[in-house]
């Protein structure tokens, strides 16, 4: 009897991680007393606590955490560290090209349309700097803007309007929660298309929980957008795992790969700001890219030469753009492999299964999962206890968590988007308050994560002892999370 024939007639088993371990760093081991020491000389503040002693997962971020594949080291010695032209700079402009579109980088243009950074943020920095000084009462309307994006465009004296889903908090089972409300775009555009120098959508929708959005609503975005002259962007970080929830999710898109997906819905873009610490799989790195000869080219021929002129003051020479020329060849070899459809096909499919482990300890967290973390409801979490909203019971859940476990996930919820009046003394909130649990590319196994939804199904089963934090430090900062100091408080 033939092989082949009788393979085909056993059943099939769950698939491999389609990877394996080609080199492994060992953690250093600790106690519960050294972290619990260490975690209140830092002031409970996840952030400051070294990530030597993080003994159990880390998942306090996705961006720029990935573990980089064999071929990823290997670039690094292929990289060229030139100032000027470095041999990274051309091979990044033919991947950027190949990824996402041939109009989006061409080697030394003139005028410009591909500038690089050493991350995101500073190429939303760039470009508000110059889109800021257009006009006044400017307002740029998003999905959800990422808080470093809101941050630039407020510090550019224009407003940062989030215009979510109505699906997003609604109950629906919409798969595209991360999608712009096009209505409320189609009403501000009608009664205020000139404050508006641009639209951006970010994929997939960080601040909405990582929820992807449809092809459908881009589609429909751009043509509002460019129905009224006004060009559009993508703050592209997580753009192939966006895709992947395309492919799986919208209809029309299944037969279609991964690459061809990216390529139409980059089809819709104008330009786009990149972090490559997220989907480039690269430790470093960031990008703005201009459609060659698009309408933010027509629209405001000044704005190019303004962003090499921000790129050479702060950044050095525009051809490295604050990468070094090695870290840019791991960029290359990530974006190559950040579309392959068994890469993205696991990467979301642990998020996923990180997802339903916490849900089916009854842990509440949220549904329907996104690409790259799960969010817990902290309001839920301490439902039924004594926990006050301004007790701030995500931090103390946090650093428990990290001294107990070893686990380390960060509060974004009411301490890192709340604000304090000094004033009143009074604590306003946002919407939701959350902790992430943020999971790095290719870096933990299952069995890892595994540890992490037992660790917070014990703590949610003690939830009536965890206590409050008060905070010692910091509570009227800007950005406040990143450097407040807080102690347990007695109830
Ligand atoms: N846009 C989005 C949607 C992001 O998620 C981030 C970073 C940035 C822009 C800024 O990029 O860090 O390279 O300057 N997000 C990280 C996070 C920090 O943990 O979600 P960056």
Redesign the pocket.
Known sequence: MELTKLVEGLPSVSATRPYFNHAVEFKRPTTTEERARMLESVGLNVFMFPAELVSGCDL?????TTTMTNKQWASLHEGDVSYGSNRGYYLLARQVRETFGPEFFTEHAAPPNAFLFH????A?SALFTAIGRLGRNLTIPSNGH?D??QANIEANGMRALSLFSPDLNGGSDSRFKGDMDVDALKKLLQASAANVPLVFI?ITN??GWGQPVSMQNMREAAELAHHHGIPLFF?A??FAENAWFIKQHESGYGKKSISEIVREMFSHADGF?I????DGLANMG?GLFLRRNGLFFKKYPAVPDELIGSQILKEGNPTYGGISGRDIMTIVEGLKTATREEYLAHRIGQVRQFGERMLGEKLPVVTPFGG?AVYLDVNKFFDGTKMRPDDFGGISLTALLLAAYGHRACELGYFAFGKHDPKTGKESFPPNNFVRF?VPRLRYEQQDLESVSEAVKALHESRDKIPPVKATYGRDLPLRHFKARFEFAAR
Do not use: I, M, V, W
């Not at 306090?60 to 720029?64: M, R």
């Not at 991350?119 to 500073?122: E, F």
């Not at 972090?275 to 997220?278: C, D, L, T, V």
């Open positions: 306090l971020s996705d961006s720029g991350q995101g943020r500073p939303e990422f470093t994006t970010t960080n601040t703050d970080c997580r700001t972090s490559f610490k997220k960031g790259h943020a």
